[in-house]
T-cell receptor
Framework: NAGVMQNPRHLVRRRGQEARLRCSPMKGHSHVYWYRQLPEEGLKFMVYLQKENIIDESGMPKERFSAEFPKEGPSILRIQQVVRGDSAAYFC???????????FGPGTRLTVT | ELKVEQNPLFLSMQEGKNYTIYCNYSTTSDRLYWYRQDPGKSLESLFVLLSNGAVKQEGRLMASLDTKARLSTLHITAAVHDLSATYFCAVGRENTGTASKLTFGTGTRLQVTL
């Protein structure tokens, strides 16, 4: 049973470009979470989605960031007009249901130059 | 707002020694997790603690939960070099109608030396 998959694993963008991060949850999991980890820090919650719905986006910056989890295909975290401060590791986690344990993907390391 | 604090932030210990990492959280919680992270890697789940007094052990690691004190501990027995990593605790809390997001502690970087 494949785990949570994320791609790309490493992404380099210049300031002002767009970054698209993809997350495929584990088979049978319909809940997806995105977390961001800045260097030398713990993970910070960004957004929680179920298929076609954003359930909790309390951790998402108000501007430039958006997330979706369409009926078909992976969940996508989109960052428009990236800035240096967006450089971080972005982790996706999935769970099979409410309040279930979350399983983390390998992360996407975004570097903004 | 839920806050999670870990201490120490950095721990250097010799092989064979014992030590404890502490995780304090500010409000009532439904579950507490311990994760391990190696440099540049993802998070590996170590323990899930669901109730007051819960104790779980795996190899040289033992985790416990005291919900009244809002405290969890991760005890390391007879440390070996392979345990060198960063350890995070994370707290999950139900918010009516939604699954709980996790609030992470700052992490404890453990370095085990010969």
């Amino acid at each position: 049973n494949a785990g949570v998959m994320q791609n790309p694993r490493h992404l380099v963008r210049r300031r002002g470009q767009e970054a698209r991060l993809r997350c495929s949850p584990m088979k049978g999991h319909s809940h997806v979470y995105w977390y961001r980890q800045l260097p030398e820090e713990g993970l910070k919650f960004m957004v929680y989605l179920q298929k076609e719905n954003i359930i909790d986006e309390s951790g998402m910056p108000k501007e430039r960031f958006s997330a979706e989890f369409p009926k078909e295909g992976p969940s996508i975290l989109r960052i428009q007009q990236v800035v240096r401060g967006d450089s971080a590791a972005y982790f996706c986690a999935s769970s099979p249901g409410l309040a279930s344990e979350q399983y983390f993907g390998p992360g996407t390391r975004l570097t903004v130059t | 707002e839920l806050k999670v604090e870990q201490n120490p932030l950095f721990l250097s210990m010799q092989e064979g020694k014992n030590y404890t990492i502490y995780c304090n959280y500010s409000t009532t919680s439904d579950r507490l997790y311990w994760y391990r992270q190696d440099p540049g890697k993802s998070l590996e789940s170590l323990f899930v603690l669901l109730s007051n007094g819960a104790v779980k052990q795996e190899g040289r690691l033992m985790a416990s939960l005291d919900t009244k004190a809002r405290l969890s501990t991760l005890h390391i027995t007879a440390a070996v070099h392979d345990l060198s990593a960063t350890y995070f605790c994370a707290v999950g809390r139900e918010n009516t109608g939604t699954a709980s997001k996790l609030t992470f502690g700052t992490g404890t970087r453990l370095q085990v030396t010969l």
